[in-house]
Every structure is written in structure tokens, then in C-alpha cells.
């Protein structure tokens, strides 16, 4: 990042991650999101009173804040919400909870804050071990209180999306994709981040919502004022802090430049996705929310290739029941048929933290309780999930997708479910289509290498290249720091992809990119060439994607992808690929200057 002084002068150049495309031009509004860090220490016995009475201070304020909190929101809110404020409000007067803290600063002489984070880490084992899902989801409740109450002693103040009045630009150190979900478009017109990736979740719900973003600034949020006015292009990642008169106009060329190229490729959603030699591939669409629906069929797409269910868990206290999923994926499945829809059952873990379900405490989140592990452990509730998948299934074209597969054996044990749980509902008589296809994630370096073997079991692959990226290359997708070598065109990641493809297509099975890299023009002809008849990407991808297959010719891309497959280096093939697709198709890759 080109750094400054800490007093940023005029038409300061700031170059972080472009996450999201687009430009926005305004003032900036900071956010505390990190959460707090308790300070934990003895105190002597003469401090004691002192500490209750802080403690009994913070949590009076808490309840003062949630009841703020209730009257600002009483106007508009669904009532789900501010029956939330009311349960919180009723975990402050909450006698557990004051008194094993209290208990902590009168017999183990600790500080307010240590004796909150001991009783919080007592109720959360307690929660833990309790059978009641209800009753265990309320966990995330007392948490959330505490970090309340916490924040009141610390003194450090957290800002809620919700008070955001006007059309701002959110700075903030980081942003969790249930931050994003809560986003108002009309509010909040761009956001910057100190850290991220691209392919980060909350990078990939940016792109969804058409939320322009810069990610990985690093220091960025110690060096804006508040208020200072911004220029966010999330295309290329820069971020330019008090703009002089010229460079705004510039931007503003540059936005509207950007909404008649979106306006052109609306003429591109009726048109079929194929290559001048009559290729065709599949254009599907990643849905994140169920009310996109409407957005994914002006974009064209002839599918949902990625249903990412776990977002459906997010931002609420209990996990939606088998009702209220048959619900949504039957919205999804009618609302697309006859196209396909691809139900990925939850992948929840690694950046995707759902608070009821505690899985905070791994050491290392990505390779941990993640996704089919996850469910494969919490049996009823992957029940629930596939039963609920295969009953939606009767109401158009459904396909289930399992995540994170690492082996046979954990393929066929997810598979075997399947078909426990379709004979329960035969039994039932509920209506199913008689056909389902499974699939596999192929998303992890294990998976790439028996792609052949997987092959013969499965009905479709789906290559997850956000996550195959980063455990081939052992890359955290999230993280600022080793972003340059988060690099599709690692000889690695090209040499997966082949063998991938070379399986699906020995085996007669459709094989789908639904990673980031599928939605970028650049790889459109190499993943062609490598075997994958469709590509699954965010909506606003679909048009400039189908805008360079319809001017290609198959033949083209196989030469490319033996020139490419020719070279020792990522730095050559990147060098050779962007230079020959910018010589192909100049308007595309070299558009000119404004
Ligand atoms: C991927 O890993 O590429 C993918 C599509 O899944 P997610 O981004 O949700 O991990
Ligand atoms: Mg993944």
C-alpha cells in the first residue's frame, strides 16, 4: 500500500484489494468492529468496591444503550427484532450472570473485566453441554450481552449499522459478512476495510449486493479522519482521500463510464452463452439470499450453481427450521425452473461464524470444523437441511452440492444420508423428484488429486476455486498479508483444474467453477478449455463473461491453454494470458481511457 503521514494531504492515492466493482464518491464513516479484548488482573483487596461499582455502572449503561437501541428501531423494525432487545434486556437483570462476576471480584480478586470473562467462559460451558437447541441458541444472546457490558468497562464503543443516517462510505477494520448482510445499499454506498482478501466472504457479499469495496488497507482506518471526503474505485482497489476538483470529475467520468457499460450488457440476457463456433457453456448465477432471485434472472443466468444456505443462518438467534428452508428452497427452485438449482448444504466455519453454533474457539477455523464436517457431527440438523433440500426438490430442478469433501469415505457417508433421508420421506409420501443429483465441492487440494475416483461416484462436480486456491497454495483467502500469492494461475492451480476437468469429462459429468475465478473474463477461455461447461459467478458477472464467450472461437481456447500449460512460472503465465486476451479482445481487456 502506497502509505501517508498520518496528516494525508490533498489526492492521497491509497491501493489496497478491489472486492467489489464500481465507484463511489463521499464522506467516510468510521466503525469499531474489533471485538473487545478483556484486560485481565488481580487487584488488591482494597479495589474491590471499586470494581462492582464499575461493573454495576456498565451494566446499568447497557440497559440505557438497549433501550436506545429499542426506540430508535421500534418505527421500522420486524418485530423479531426488538423481541431480540427485549431478551437482552431481560439477561441484564439476570442474577446468574451479576453475581457469578461479582463472585469473581470479591473471591478471586480480579479486575471487573477478568471476573466478567471468567462468568461468561462458565456460561458458555454450560451452554455447550445443554441437549435443548433453544436453550443452547441462547447462548449467543448472553455473549452478545456480555461483549455489551464489556465494551462499557473498556470503554470502547461499537457503532451499529443501523445508526447510519446518510449516504456514507464505512470504514472499518474489518467487516464480518453478517455485517455485510445488514448492509442498507442506499446508506451505505462503499466500504474500506484495514483487512481481507478478495475472495473473503464478506469481499464476495460485497459483489452480490453491488456494494463497491476496497479491502486489505491495512492502516487505512488510522489514517482517515472521520467525515474526510473519499473516492472508492473497488475495481482497482484505490482508495483516494481528499480528492482535488480534477480527480473528482475524473471519478465521476469513471462512474458514469461504469453505468453505461452495465446499461450496454443488459443487451447481452437474452442472448445464448456461446462461442462463435456454437460452444456452449453454462451461465449460472451464486445466490447468498433467498430475494435475489429476481436479480439472477435479469442477469440472465440459466441457474443457480451456488446456493450458499449457511447465510440463512446468519443474523438470527435460531437457526431456521426444516419449515422454514422447504420454504425458501422451494422459492428458489420454482422461481428458477426449469434451470437448475444447486442447494449446497451449510458450509458454515472458516470466515462464515454463525454464533449459535460456538465454533469461535479453533485455533485455526479453516481447517477445522468446517462445512460437511460440520454437518456430519450435527446429524439432526444435516437431516433437517437435506430433507428439507429434497422436498423443494419436487418443485423444480434441484441439485444438492456437499462442501469441503476430502475423501471417498466422507462422500459416501454424506451420500448415504441422502438416501436414509429420502427413504423417510418416501415413507411419509412426501412429493420428491425422482431424480436429485449429488455433487461434490471440489475445493481441497485431497479432493483435486482423487478427482477420478470422486468421479465415478458423484453426479456433478463443482469446483470451488476460492478454497482450492488457498490450500493448494496455503493461502488464507481473508488475509491482506500473502494476498499476492493468492494466484489463480499458479502452474498448481492449472494443473488441479486439468485433472478436475479431465475427470468430469472421462466420467460424462457436468463439471461447474463456482469460485471467484469464474466470474472474471480473463479465465473464461482457460476454464473452457480445461473441461468446465459451466461457470457460476455473482449476477453482475454473467453479462461480461457471456460478452467474451460469444466472441471466441473453442479452438482458441485449447491453444491458449497448451501455451499456458507450457510455462514454469505463475509470473508467466499471468504475463502471457493477459497479454493475449488483451490482443484478442481489446474493447474488453484494454477499454479506452476516458
Ligand atoms: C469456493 O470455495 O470457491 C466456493 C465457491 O465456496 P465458498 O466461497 O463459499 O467457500
Ligand atoms: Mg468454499
Redesign the pocket.
Known amino acids: 500500500m502506497d502509505s501517508a503521514n498520518t496528516e494525508l494531504s490533498q489526492d492521497t492515492f491509497l491501493v489496497g484489494i478491489g472486492a467489489s466493482p464500481g465507484v463511489a464518491i463521499g464522506e467516510v464513516y468510521l466503525v469499531e468492529r474489533s471485538r473487545v479484548r478483556a484486560v485481565e488482573r488481580r487487584i488488591p483487596a482494597s479495589e474491590v468496591a471499586s470494581e462492582i461499582a464499575s461493573f454495576h455502572e456498565a451494566v446499568a449503561q447497557a440497559k440505557h444503550q438497549l433501550k436506545d437501541v429499542k426506540e430508535q428501531v421500534a418505527d421500522h423494525a420486524v418485530s423479531e427484532h426488538l423481541y431480540i432487545l427485549d431478551a437482552h434486556l431481560l439477561i441484564l437483570e439476570d442474577e446468574m450472570l451479576l453475581r457469578e462476576t461479582i463472585k469473581g471480584i470479591e473471591r478471586d480478586l480480579l479486575n471487573a473485566q477478568g471476573a466478567l470473562k471468567r462468568a461468561l467462559a462458565r456460561f458458555r460451558d454450560v451452554f455447550e453441554h445443554m441437549e435443548d437447541d433453544y436453550l443452547r441458541a441462547r447462548q449467543w444472546d448472553v455473549e452478545t450481552v456480555g461483549e455489551r457490558i464489556m465494551r462499557n468497562l473498556t470503554g470502547t464503543r461499537q457503532t451499529s449499522l443501523q445508526e447510519i443516517d446518510r449516504p456514507v462510505i464505512l470504514l472499518a477494520h474489518d467487516l464480518s459478512p453478517a455485517d455485510t448482510l445488514q448492509m442498507d445499499r442506499e446508506k451505505i454506498i462503499a466500504f474500506v476495510t484495514d483487512v481481507g482478501g478478495r475472495?473473503s466472504?464478506t469481499a464476495?457479499l460485497a459483489r452480490s449486493l453491488g456494494i463497491p469495496a476496497v479491502v486489505g488497507l491495512e492502516t487505512v482506518t488510522t489514517l482517515i479522519p472521520p467525515g474526510s471526503q473519499v473516492v472508492v474505485d473497488g475495481g482497482n482497489g484505490t482508495l483516494i482521500v481528499n480528492p482535488e476538483e480534477e480527480t473528482l470529475q475524473e471519478y465521476r467520468g469513471r462512474q458514469s463510464l461504469y453505468r453505461d457499460l452495465e446499461a450496454q450488457l443488459g443487451a447481452y440476457r437474452e442472448l445464448p452463452a456461446q462461442s462463435l463456433d456454437g460452444e456452449r457453456i453454462g451461465l449460472f448465477c451464486n445466490l447468498e439470499l433467498p430475494d435475489e432471485i429476481d436479480l439472477v434472472r435479469r442477469h440472465g443466468a440459466e441457474g443457480i450453481g451456488?446456493f450458499?444456505t449457511e447465510f440463512l443462518f446468519m443474523r438470527r438467534n435460531t437457526p431456521p427450521d426444516e419449515e422454514e428452508q422447504f420454504r425458501i428452497y422451494r422459492q428458489a427452485v420454482e422461481g428458477m425452473a426449469p434451470h437448475p438449482v444447486t442447494l449446497r448444504t451449510l458450509?458454515v466455519g472458516?470466515d462464515k461464524f454463525v454464533p449459535e453454533f460456538n465454533l469461535s474457539d479453533e485455533a485455526n477455523p479453516a481447517m477445522g470444523l468446517r462445512a460437511v464436517r460440520f454437518s456430519l457431527r450435527e446429524r439432526r440438523l444435516f437431516r433437517q437441511q437435506l430433507r428439507a433440500m429434497l422436498r423443494a426438490s419436487a418443485f423444480g430442478n434441484a441439485r444438492i452440492l456437499f462442501?469441503m469433501i476430502t475423501g471417498v469415505c466422507e462422500w459416501r457417508q454424506c451420500r448415504e444420508i441422502l438416501d436414509e433421508v429420502r427413504q423417510e420421506l418416501v415413507a411419509e409420501g412426501a412429493p420428491m423428484a425422482d431424480k436429485v443429483p449429488a455433487g461434490v465441492m471440489i475445493?481441497t487440494p485431497a479432493a483435486a488429486l482423487i478427482a477420478d475416483l470422486l468421479a465415478h461416484e458423484a453426479d456433478f462436480f463443482s469446483v470451488?476455486?476460492?478454497?482450492?486456491i488457498q490450500y493448494c497454495l496455503a493461502v488464507d483467502r481473508g488475509n491482506e498479508h500473502v494476498a499476492y500469492l493468492y494466484d489463480p494461475t499458479h502452474p498448481a492451480i492449472l494443473r488441479a483444474l486439468l485433472n478436475i476437468g479431465a475427470a468430469a469429462r472421462d466420467a460424462g459429468i457436468p463439471a461447474c467453477v463456482?469460485?471467484?475465478m469464474a466470474s472474471e473474463p480473463l479465465y473464461a477461455l482457460v476454464l473452457l478449455a480445461l473441461g468446465f461447461n459451466e461457470l457460476s459467478m455473482h449476477a453482475s458477472g454473467i453479462p461480461h463473461v457471456k460478452r467474451l464467450l460469444r466472441q471466441a472461437y473453442r479452438h482458441e481456447a485449447d491453444e491458449l491453454l497448451s501455451q499456458l500449460l507450457s510455462f514454469t512460472t505463475s509470473r508467466e503465465v499471468a504475463s502471457h494470458l493477459e497479454e493475449s486476451m488483451a490482443k484478442r479482445f481489446p474493447e474488453i481487456f484494454s477499454p479506452k481511457p476516458i
Open positions: 475472495t466472504h464476495i451456488l450458499r458450509d472458516g462442501p475445493e470451488g476455486t476460492n478454497d482450492l463456482c469460485g471467484e
